[in-house]
């Protein structure tokens, strides 16, 4: 497995979360899953193949929904960060693997498979094709015989707001924070909410979003409990950097005097912001170098 599906499956494996999601995506915000109600299943399905070979795959993630001790479903999701083509195909085989394995165990009743695809793009909707007879060309007079086969895509960043407010877990800070990422590129996040899981969600958006920042407020997450606390650390990474890139371009314009005392000026601009912002005087020095 991959860095991102690992880094992914994090935050939603807690059933917690996993409940806020089938719920508010589901069942449009009607607390009809509890997280207690859920049980993990096996990500990994085994079947013995024609060619005699035992064959596996794998799952994003799965559980069992369950009724005090009666089980009622299965339920999957996977995480996408682009566009697959064949989906389909691939979710198809999930669910007919889980079907399987319940057959060859010898089930009275068979419990029905949902399986949902979250979509975590912003530069596009999800263009692909959400059915398997769209992806074949299908002879004429043959397709009224060809069983179709669709899936359930949810594309996380063009939720709207009312959508978002279903969510009472911390899915609620990362579906906003990929619809407003959608709509500016250079969003800040604002908000105000506390964090549970602090750790997955940074691992999460460090990952999906490529942005290498949210590794390093992971690596000293120290004192991070929302997302306005996010932005402050962004704030002070971006200050940094520009008095670096300040720093360079005074040496590459000849180390000139005038333009020493030019990017000092600059420090000392940015001191004073930064002790209208609230910092302290120690941290501003700290952030601009400023003895």
């Known amino acids: 497995m991959g860095e991102k599906d ?18 508010g995506l589901v069942f449009a915000g009607e ?14 399905s085994q079947y013995k193949a024609d060619d ?10 799965a559980k069992y929904w369950k009724d005090g ?21 691939r979710v198809m085989e999930y669910d ?18 949902m399986t949902i695809v979250l979509y975590y793009g912003t530069e596009h909707h999800w263009y692909a094709k959400k059915n398997i007879k769209a992806l074949m060309k299908i002879p004429d007079g043959m397709e009224k015989y060809i069983n179709d086969y669709k899936i359930q895509i949810f594309e996380v960043a063009w939720l709207t707001e009312k959508e978002i407010e279903r969510f009472q877990s911390d899915f609620r800070i990362v579906a906003n924070f990929f619809a407003q990422k959608r709509k500016n590129k250079d969003y800040i996040p604002d908000d105000p909410t506390e964090i549970k899981y602090v750790d997955e969600v940074l691992k ?21 409990r929302s997302m306005c606390d996010v932005a402050e650390r962004l704030e002070k990474m971006g200050i940094v950097k520009g008095i670096e890139i300040g720093r360079l371009e005074g040496k ?21 912001n930064l002790l209208k912002k609230g910092f302290t005087e120690k941290e501003a020095r700290e952030i601009t170098e400023i003895s």
């Open 52 to 61: 005699e070979k035992v064959h596996e795959l794998e799952r994003d993630i």
């Open 204 to 224: 999460l958006l460090n990952v999906m979003t490529g942005d290498k920042r949210y590794e390093k407020i992971f690596q000293k997450k120290k004192g991070v």
């Open 31 to 44: 607390q009809k899953i509890l997280a207690e109600s859920l049980e993990n299943t096996a990500v990994h």
């Open 69 to 89: 001790e009666v089980e009622l479903a299965i339920c999957g999701m996977e995480n996408q960060s682009s566009v697959e083509k064949y989906m389909p195909f």
């Open 252 to 272: 590459e314009e000849g180390k000139v005097e005038g333009k020493a005392e030019g990017i000092l000026e600059g420090k000392m601009q940015v001191y004073r």
């Open 6 to 23: 690992i880094t992914e499956k994090i935050l939603e494996d807690h059933n917690d979360v996993f409940a806020d999601i089938i719920n």
């Open 96 to 113: 007919g693997t889980a079907y399987r394995s319940q057959l060859q165990k010898s089930r009275k009743e068979i419990l029905p498979v």
